[in-house]
C-alpha cells in the first residue's frame, strides 16, 4: 500500500523546506524536495557598485554569516586581479574557521541532536552512571554525579510544570530512539552547555569585523587595523582575547562535541550507516588557503569531485567553465529566455521568478511540473552533494592530511569500513570531524598571522581603485567552502556597475528538484529506501534531512494523504 506524507514546512532548519515522500510498505520509495520561498537579492544587487555587493549578499543567510561577504569579495577580487596581503587571507581564515565551529557546533547540539536523542528519556537516567559514561568518554570537567543530577533537575521542572518550550512537540518515546537513558542526560547536558559556548566563540568575529551576525569585509583585504601597541587598534590584548576563545574552542570540540558523535555513532552505526547515502557524486571547491587565494595546492580544503563514489581518484573543476557548472529550471518557479530545457551558467545566469504552482493551502505539489523554488545545478550533467561530507572524501581520495589520518581513525575505532561514510550517519560524524580540523586550523592561522605582524601590519591593498581600467568590463567567480558546502557567486561588471550577478548556494546542490531527465539531487535521493516506522511521525525523515544542514526557518506542519492537518513539531 502507498501513501504519499507532507511534511512543511521541515523545523530546525534556516528557511523554508517542503519535503513529501511517497512511503510503500514502510519505506520511502519516492520523495520531492520544495524550496518555499524566494531569495532574489541577485535582482538588488544589480547597477549598484561592486565594492558594495557583499553587505546586501552577506544578509542572505544570518546562521552561516560572513560567508556570503567572503565569497562576494573573492568575486570581485577575482574580476578585477586583487591579491590581498597575507595578513588580511589570515585574518579571513580565522574567522571563516571560527564560522565553521560555531555553525558545526549549534547545528548539531541545537537544529539535529534531536532527531538521536530522547530528551524526556533523561528523566530515566542514573545520574551517577551517566557521570560514570561521561568520564570514560573523554576528560571533559563537567561530568559529576551532582552536575547529571542538577540538569536532570532542571528538566524534570520544565516537564511538570507544562513549559517544554522548544522540547515541547518532540517525537519523544519513538522507537528509532537508541541511546540509553544515561546517554541522553549527556546529550542534554551538553546540550545546555553548547548554548553558552556558542555565544563566546562568536566574539572572534566582532574582534576583526566589527560584529556578529554580518561581520565586515572589504574587496583588498580586511576593514581592521592591527598595531599590537596601540589602544585604538586591534592590539595584544585584544590578540590574546581571540586565542583565547580559540583555545577554548579547540577543547570543547575535542571533549564534548566529538565524543558525543562517536558516543551517538557507536549507537546506530548498524542501521544509519547504511541509510541516507543518496547520490554518488561530491563535489568540493577547497578553502583555508595558506598562501593566496587561489594557490589551491595550499589549501588545507582540497578541491575537487569524486564521481561515482570511486575514492581511487579526484576530478578537476572549473567554476568558470561555461561546459561544467549549468542550473537548470526544469521543475523551478523561474523562466529563462532560451526556454525551461536550457541550462545555463552563472555568468549568463538569469532570476526570473514565474511562480504557476497550486494556491496555499493545497494538498500536494504538480511534481509533473515546476514544484519548487530552488534552480537546479548540474557538474557536466551530473548531481552533486556538496558539505562536509563531500569535502572529507575529497580530501580522503585525494590522501590529504590529516583528514585521511583522521578518518581511518574513526572508521577504525566505529570498526566500519569506509563504505559507512556515504550515509546519514557518515554526514554526520564528517561534520564533526571537520570541526576538529577546524579547531587545530584557526590556531595555526592564528600563529601565521602573529609571524607576518613582526614585519608586515599591511591588512588592505588600495592600489586597484587607483586605477580607472577596473570600470572596463570583466567578470570573476568567488569560490569558498560554506559550513553547509561549495559556495560560488559569479559578478559580471561594466562600468564599474554590476551588470550580473549569480549565487549558486550548497542547498541550490542538495535541495533541488530533480532536472529534465528524472535525475534526483542529493535530499530526494537520500530518503529513498528509508524505512519510517509510523507516517505520521516521520522522525527518520527529518534524520536524513537534518544532516545535510539544509540551509532554507522552523515548525513543522504534517498532513494526510487528504490534506488533513494531523501533527505539528514546533521545536523554535
Known sequence: MSKRIVVDPITRIEGHLRIEAEIENGVIKDAFSSGTMVRGIEKIVRERDPRDVWAFVGRVCGVCTSTHSLCSVRAVENALEIVIPPNAEMVRNIMANVLFMHDHVVHFYHLHAFDWVDVVSALKADPSAASAAASKLSDWPKSSTGYFKGIQDRVKKFVESGQLGIFANGYW??????????????????????????????????????????????????????????????????????????????????????????????????DWSKIGGGIRNYLAYGDFPMGSYGETETYKMPRGIILDRDLSKVHPVDANSPEEIKEYIYHSWYTYSKGNSEGLHPYEGETELNYTGPKPPYDYLDVNDKYSWIKTPRWKEQPMEVGPLARMLVAYAAGKQPQKDLIDSVLNELELSADALFSTLGR???????????????LECFERLMDNLQGDSRMFDPEKWKDEQWANKSHGVGLTEAPRGALAHFIVIDNKRV?????????????????????????????????????NIPLEILRT????????????????????????????
Request: hydrophobic fraction near 40%; aromatic fraction near 10%; include cysteine.
Open 545 to 572: 534531512i537534518h544532516s545535510f544542514d539544509p540551509c532554507l526557518a522552523c515548525a513543522v506542519h504534517l498532513y494526510d494523504p487528504n490534506g488533513k492537518y494531523v501533527h505539528a513539531v514546533d521545536t523554535f
Open 499 to 535: 551588470k550580473n550577478y549569480q549565487m549558486v548556494v550548497p542547498t541550490t546542490w542538495n535541495a533541488s528538484p530533480r532536472d529534465e531527465k528524472g535525475i534526483l539531487s542529493a535530499y530526494e535521493s537520500s530518503l529513498i529506501g528509508t524505512p519510517v516506522h509510523d507516517p
Open 428 to 442: 554526520t560524524a564528517a561534520r564533526a570531524l571537520e570541526s576538529k580540523l577546524n579547531a587545530d586550523w584557526a
Open 173 to 270: 518515546g519513538h522507537p528509532a530512539y537508541k541511546l540509553s537513558p544515561e546517554q541522553n542526560l549527556i546529550a542534554v547536558a551538553h546540550y545546555l552547555e553548547a548554548l553558552e559556548w556558542q555565544k563566546e566563540i562568536v566574539k572572534v568575529h566582532a574582534v576583526f569585523g566589527g560584529k556578529n551576525p554580518h561581520p565586515n569585509y572589504v574587496v583588498g583585504g580586511m576593514p581592521c587595523s592591527i598595531n599590537l601597541d596601540e589602544a585604538n587598534a586591534i592590539n595584544a590584548e585584544r590578540l590574546a582575547f581571540v586565542k583565547e576563545k580559540l583555545l577554548e574552542a579547540k577543547t570543547f570540540i575535542n571533549q564534548v562535541y566529538v565524543p558525543d558523535i562517536l558516543m551517538i555513532a557507536n549507537v546506530y552505526k548498524n
